[in-house]
């Protein structure tokens, strides 16, 4: 009986933690054509973010051609890798045409919640963690999101904190960026999209 009792739990424990099981990819979409609009703080800035292509590679990851074009600025490139629940930057193109290519472990741009795990980018180390949460700002409200915790560390102190929350079936919706002043600005704020928000 007592046996019996125990495999019951533990069946039930199974089958709510499998149930419990997030896939990133709700919160990246990657229909080519998908845009988003976004501006900052003071609203003068004007981003412009498109997917412009995606491929399967042979070991069933997929690969995803952002582009991202800022008023006054210019036009820049980023191919993201999604595998295993995880996406990260590989290679990037910035302004002057110059390709960055990212070693391994690669910048990590949405995971499972409750990942932590660090990355090396443009020669700073990062600490990132993933939380679930939610995301309030202006009059949108965004009750479904991941949140990626992303800090620049060095000698042990944190330099930069940045905060990119993804909502559910939309994507980025929302970054801040605290400085070493320890004050959060609003770096990019979702003003609209191709796909419907709610």
């Given at each position: 009986m007592k046996k019996s009792i125990f495999l019951l739990i533990l069946c039930f424990l199974?089958?709510?933690c499998f149930a419990q099981k997030i896939n990133i990819m709700d919160y990246?979409?990657?229909e080519i054509g998908t845009m988003w609009s976004y501006t900052n703080?003071?609203?003068?800035?004007?981003e412009i973010i498109t997917i412009e292509n995606s491929s399967k590679n042979s070991d069933n990851s997929y690969l995803y051609l952002f582009s991202d074009y800022v008023d006054g600025l210019g036009t820049t490139k980023s191919l993201y890798n999604a595998q295993n629940n995880k996406i990260c930057l590989v290679v990037a193109k910035d302004l002057f045409g110059n390709y960055h290519e990212k070693k391994d472990p690669c910048p990590v741009?949405?995971?499972d919640p409750d990942k932590k795990g660090t990355y090396i980018d443009n020669g700073d180390n990062?600490?990132?963690e993933v939380i679930k949460s939610n995301c309030k700002f202006d009059?949108?409200?965004?009750p479904d999101c991941i949140v990626v915790i992303e800090k620049i560390v060095a000698n042990d102190t944190i330099l930069r904190t940045k905060k990119s929350y993804y909502a559910k079936g939309i994507g980025l919706v929302y970054e801040t960026i605290i400085g070493s002043s320890n004050k959060e600005t609003?770096?990019?704020k979702l003003v609209t999209s191709s796909i419907?928000?709610?």
């Open positions: 199974a089958f709510v990246f979409p990657t703080e003071n609203e003068k800035m004007l741009i949405l995971a990062y600490n990132y009059d949108k409200n965004f609003v770096y990019r419907t928000i709610n």
